[in-house]
């Protein structure tokens, strides 16, 4: 698993390992709804540290703002 998402994971889910060694992690609504939140965020910093190398990086404010309304996130 990508250690980033497994970063997340760890800050939203309760983890656990059953009797045969997997893991595993409760899923709760608000938990979930963390974990979505935090993957968005990621990807609009993403797309922010990208944007930063243009002068008038117009089409990035516009794809963050986007995905802001999109998911429901609040900037």
Request: glycine share 6%; hydrophobic share 35%; net charge negative.
């Amino acid at each position: 698993m990508n250690e980033r998402i497994r970063t997340f994971m760890e800050g939203c889910f309760d983890l656990t390992v059953d009797h045969r060694g997997r893991e595993e992690c409760s899923t709760d609504y608000a938990g979930i709804k963390k974990f979505a939140n935090l993957i968005v965020l990621e990807c609009i910093k993403m797309v922010e540290r990208e944007a930063a190398q243009y002068e008038q990086p117009t089409w990035a404010v516009e794809l963050v703002n986007d995905m802001y309304e999109r998911f429901g996130i609040e900037p």
